[in-house]
């Protein structure tokens, strides 16, 4: 399965309405939405792990070397979105702290337009 049947799959499990009383679905909603919008992450893998979406060159990440970790964005409660260098190393940075989904997914497209120019 190509990485846009990934993404078309992501956005109508998470599409509204939203259930009652969750903080998650109304938050990732909209970042999903702008970084579907994005050519470099329809590119790649989207992945839903706990509050976060990461993005992949492939589907079997877990099944991959840790040089397949890639950028991420994490959903918090607060409504602020966090993107983070690498989702799963001790040495990851934030990249980006927003209110604006927008504006993170942006800013994951470039992270992952840097990783894709360099060969992945």
């Known amino acids: 399965m190509e990485p846009e049947s990934h993404w078309a799959g992501l956005l ?4 509204p309405p939203h259930p009652e009383r969750s ?6 909603w909209p970042l999903l939405r702008a970084a579907a919008e994005q050519p470099a992450l ?3 893998y989207p992945i ?18 840790p040089e397949d970790r890639w950028p991420a964005v994490v959903v918090g ?15 990851a940075t934030m990249v980006l702290t927003t209110a604006d989904p927008g504006l993170a ?3 994951l ?12």
């Open 77 to 91: 409660s607060d409504g602020v979105y966090a993107v983070v260098s690498d989702v799963w190393s001790d040495e």
């Open 48 to 65: 839903l792990s706990l509050n976060r979406l990461t993005v992949f060159h492939s589907p079997e990440v877990f099944r991959r070397a």
């Open 109 to 120: 497209a470039s992270l992952v337009e840097e990783i894709l120019d360099d060969g992945m």
């Open 42 to 44: 329809r590119r790649v």
């Open 105 to 107: 997914a942006e800013k």
């Open 23 to 28: 903080w998650f679905e109304p938050r990732l």
């Open 12 to 15: 109508a499990d998470y599409a």
